[in-house]
């Protein structure tokens, strides 16, 4: 059967399933494809893609399942990109309190030869 053949609705169910593939919905849409959207994007319920066009169904779940697999790949490039970022922020904070304790030694070596200076007696000119 073409496309030419089949029924209107399925023919708009193919196309908003298509124009979600390639991420250009007529209708608002988070990027996700599933039933829901494909039926927003077509302008039908849920139930009718359920219950009258159960092939889009399934190209719609296996879509959705694919792109989720897709994330999930990435996740471990994600955790090591995040746990190299926490190894550099650490090495970073541990520097840092390096610097700090140097800085917090020469302000107290200063605030005590000020001490000892304040503490002379002043010679007048």
Do not use: F
């Not at 979600?20 to 209708?27: C, E, F, I, V, W």
């Not at 996700?32 to 927003?40: E, F, L």
């Not at 399942?65 to 990435?74: P, S």
């Amino acid at each position: 059967m073409t496309i030419e053949q089949k029924s209107p609705t399925k023919r708009r169910l193919e196309l908003a399933l298509r124009r979600l593939q390639h991420g250009k919905m007529r209708s608002n849409h988070d990027g996700r494809i599933s039933i829901a959207a494909v039926a927003r994007e077509a302008g039908v319920s849920n139930a009718t893609i359920h219950n009258r066009y159960p092939e889009i169904a399934e190209r719609v779940r296996a879509l959705h399942a694919r792109t989720a697999n897709d994330v999930i790949r990435t996740i471990p490039d994600t955790s090591e990109v995040l746990h190299k970022k926490l190894q550099q922020a650490r090495k970073e904070i541990d520097q840092l309190q390096k610097y700090l304790v140097k800085s917090q030694s020469i302000n107290l070596r200063l605030v005590r030869e000020n001490e000892i200076l304040r503490a002379r007696p002043q010679k007048a000119t």
